[in-house]
């Protein structure tokens, strides 16, 4: 239901669009191919949940909007925005 929203959305409403007119041609010029395209698909899908699962279980707080509290955000900012910015040298 996600993905209906989203295209609703028209986030990626071009991408669907141009995913389906391709499948469209693939079938048309070669239709001994859709099988193995299907197949590639889904090999390349299987790989992003893979890839999806290995990075959560290898790094659990590495996401983004839990690298640091709140409180420890607005330090790092402000530590980060009292340095001058140094002068380079030309060498």
């Known amino acids: 239901m996600k993905l209906f929203k989203k295209v609703r959305e028209r986030r990626l ?9 391709l499948f469209v041609v693939i079938a048309v010029l070669a239709p001994q191919q859709l099988p ?15 890839g999806y699962h290995l990075d959560r279980a290898l790094f659990p707080y590495a996401s983004p909007g839990s690298y640091l509290s709140p409180s420890k955000q607005r330090q790092q900012y402000r530590r980060l925005s009292s340095h001058p910015i140094p002068k380079r040298i030309n060498a």
Not at 36 to 50: E, G, N
């Open 36 to 50: 193995i395209v299907i197949y590639k698909l889904s090999l390349v899908l299987l790989a992003a949940v893979i």
């Open 13 to 21: 409403l071009t991408w669907l669009i141009s995913a389906v007119i």
